[in-house]
């Protein structure tokens, strides 16, 4: 079994730089595929970025257009999404979510969830 705890969100202002952290429990975190997600008010979803077991190769969605980094330090048990020149529509709650094997942007592959951490980016 694996446990996820988000943290690190809060309220910035536009164009602020944020970072959330994960912290996964067990001894498995250099086997696990690590991604985050976001849902904003009324909306899906969306998959944000994934990283694979051991770092070495990322995802994003074109949408992010250079602004958010996943980083993965495997002695810490820990996933970062830095997040730069932040705007008022990356207002959500971001998840972590982890699974084992193959990378993905399916969140219905991702059978491990944290609980969410909110950002608030107000203009």
């Known amino acids: 079994q694996v446990q996820l705890v988000e943290s690190g969100g809060g309220l910035v202002q536009t164009g602020d730089s944020l970072r959330v952290s994960c912290t996964a429990s067990?001894?498995?975190?250099?086997?696990?595929?690590m991604a985050w997600f976001r849902q904003a008010p009324g909306k899906e979803r969306e998959f944000e970025a994934s990283?694979?077991?051991?770092?070495?190769?990322?995802h994003y969605p074109d949408s992010v257009n250079g602004r958010f980094t996943i980083s993965k330090d495997n002695p810490k048990n820990t996933v970062y999404l830095q997040m730069n020149s932040l705007k008022p529509e990356d207002t959500a709650v971001y998840y972590c979510?982890?699974?084992?094997?193959?990378?993905?942007?399916?969140?219905?592959?991702?059978?491990?969830w944290g609980q969410g951490t909110q950002v608030t980016v107000s203009s």
């Open positions: 067990g001894r498995t975190f250099s086997n696990l595929v």
């Open positions: 979510a982890a699974k084992f094997s193959f990378s993905t942007t399916s969140q219905n592959l991702y059978p491990y």
């Open positions: 990283i694979t077991g051991t770092g070495g190769s990322t």
